[in-house]
């Protein structure tokens, strides 16, 4: 059966992968919980016991190292004197391995041969210790030789058979195991629970993902905690409130983009149609027709022109990056606006710092200080000012455009970057503005990674400020 896409099934969930996780980790945990004490105790436990073992063995086999005879009466009087009672078998030997003294309770073997292998080796000089756990007791065997004279004249065999520190080890493990087992019971029932929440949250942001991608811009998700996922949670909620505000400006734009052609568009089809349907029509009104005419086409392909402008700044496609000197785009901008600065009546000054360099396109250079200073002189009054100031401020290239103009009012300074938005619709639209070159400028100098701000002139008038980034000039070929 085919899963839809976005819908998971319990198999393959993050809880499931979680728990599965959660329980090798606790079953590892449980594991060497049970083993790792008990073998330490046991190692413990065989280590005391060879030490033992062997310092009584030495005790034994330096008492029975005597310029005299082995012999089951000298050997006996001698064991006499040492304390055995810990031991369960001592066998002493003489050189030919035949049993000199047993302590065994049911088959003593005095005067046959012992047949251990601790004691063949032994009679060899060699020191021999053997330790054995069953579950049930430690077995603990120790063999070493008697000398005399550098001699090896018999041999000491101590066999101990321990229930009691076996016992105690089984005791251990078993209240290990409860304990683990109680552990893990209280663990899991946790992570049951843990992962349940974690997962729920998971699912909730999945969930809310696939609302928001549907087109549900409204969708927000409910923040608790203060963990990583609900700074996740915080994040989804800001970048849905982008999406939802990115999207109405993208229908804003689409909306104010159709009425700025078609208005234009509608122009053209009225006075053409005029003109069409006028059979007595003067050759004066059909002049002034079609220089309308002329002027909506020219405002439809300025409109036109800076839509296209702008989707190739979106793209960021196309534009050729160089060393550019902001003071010869300046003066070039300067050239061209001072015709419209005079036939408004305005001054246009300049002060113009050598030496300010950038790394980028030159048309958007000019763009970006054509369309300021241009809005400088647009929005202006008779005998105002205009004022371009370009100057090197530690890394960064400044370029100021300041007017004596009309303003911006304060409750409008947040959208004037805005696309096709106009503080004063009425006086934009005698002026030719369409709401769009604010935003060409913006886009332009985010392209060259630097920054723009406005500020109001103390005595009326707007101030814009666009720092770049600066490239050294003339001799110096590294960028600052």
Do not use: W
């Not at 105690?168 to 629970?193: A, D, E, H, K, V």
């Not at 811009?217 to 923040?223: A, L, T």
């Not at 048309?363 to 105002?384: Q, V």
């Amino acid at each position: 059966m085919k899963r839809l896409p976005g819908v998971s099934t319990f198999t393959n969930s993050v809880q499931l992968k979680f728990a599965v996780t959660f329980l090798v980790l606790i079953a590892g945990l449980m594991v060497m919980l049970n083993s790792y004490p008990t073998i330490v105790s046991r190692d413990l436990v065989f280590a005391s016991k060879q030490t033992s073992l062997q310092n009584q063995a030495g005790v034994m086999s330096s008492a029975l190292s005597t310029p005299d005879e082995l012999t089951s009466d000298t050997v006996l009087e001698v064991m006499g004197l040492l304390d055995l009672r810990s031991l369960t078998r001592v066998v002493v030997t003489d050189e030919n391995a035949r049993i000199l003294y047993d302590t065994a309770q049911l088959d003593p073997g005095v005067g046959r041969y012992a047949l251990f292998s601790e004691i063949s080796r032994a009679l060899k000089g060699k020191i021999v210790c053997y330790s054995v756990y069953d579950g049930k007791a430690f077995m603990t065997s120790e063999a070493m030789p008697i000398r005399n004279g550098g001699l090896t004249v018999g041999a000491v065999y101590l066999y101990e058979y321990d229930a009691a520190q076996a016992e105690l080890i089984t005791n251990i493990q078993t209240n290990l195991r409860n304990i683990t087992l109680i552990l893990g019971i209280i663990s899991i029932i946790l992570m049951f629970i843990f992962s349940r929440a974690l997962t729920l949250r998971i699912t909730e942001l999945a969930r809310a993902t696939k609302i928001v991608s549907e087109g549900n811009y409204e969708y927000r998700i409910k923040i608790s905690g203060s963990d990583e996922l609900s700074d996740l949670g915080s994040e989804f909620n800001n970048l849905t409130q982008r999406l939802k505000d990115t999207e109405e400006l993208r229908r804003r734009f689409v909306s104010d983009a159709s009425h700025e052609l078609k208005t234009p568009l509608a122009s053209i089809r009225l006075l053409s149609d005029s003109i069409v349907n006028s059979e007595n029509m003067d050759i004066v009104t059909m002049r002034e027709f079609v220089t309308d005419i002329g002027n909506e086409a020219e405002r439809l392909q300025r409109t036109t022109e800076k839509l296209l402008s702008l989707s190739k700044m979106d793209s960021g496609i196309g534009f050729m990056r160089e060393k550019i000197d902001l003071k010869h785009v300046a003066e070039k901008t300067l050239h061209l606006l001072s015709p419209l600065a005079k036939e408004n009546r305005l001054t246009l000054s300049a002060e113009l710092q050598r030496g300010c360099c950038i790394y980028g396109n030159e048309d958007l250079i000019y763009r970006i200080i054509f369309n300021l200073a241009e809005n400088g002189i647009k929005y202006n009054m008779p005998g105002g000012q205009v004022k371009i100031l370009l100057f090197r401020e530690e890394k960064s290239v400044v370029l100021v455009v300041e007017d004596t103009g009309i303003g911006i009012p304060e409750e409008d300074v947040p959208h004037i970057f805005s696309r096709f938005y106009r503080v004063d619709k009425a006086r934009s639209s005698d002026a030719g503005g369409s709401g769009l070159g604010l935003s060409i400028v913006y886009d332009a100098v985010m392209l060259h990674n630097g920054s723009i701000c406005f500020e109001k002139r103390e005595n009326g008038g707007s101030r814009f400020i666009v720092k770049f980034p600066a490239y050294l000039c003339s001799d110096e070929e590294k960028t600052v």
